[in-house]
């Protein structure tokens, strides 16, 4: 598998950004592929099918981090299950 991205699907209720300093409440954690040629860039879908557009791009690599989980120990109880069970296989 190439680079991995995380990226939040977050709660969109409020239609700008959070103020600074502030952040989206995550509603969920997914995984999903780099686009080709740019290991920063979400590729459109992630592991589970879902459309990348509307999420935020995390600053979390999985790969700076290979004694750690792929996403962000706070947002554990977050995780979406499908992306999960690709990426421990």
Request: proline residues 11%; charged residues 25%.
């Amino acid at each position: 598998m190439g680079e991995i991205v995380v990226v939040y699907e977050v709660d969109r209720a409020v239609a700008t950004r959070p103020p600074r300093g502030e952040e989206w409440l995550v509603r969920r954690v997914h995984a999903a592929p780099a686009a080709p040629g740019s290991p920063d860039t979400t590729g459109p879908r992630t592991l589970c099918g879902k459309d990348t557009f509307a999420m935020e791009t995390t600053c979390w690599k999985p790969s700076e981090h290979s004694e750690a989980p792929w996403y962000p120990a706070e947002y554990a109880t977050a995780v979406c299950p499908d992306c999960d069970a690709v990426m421990e296989t």
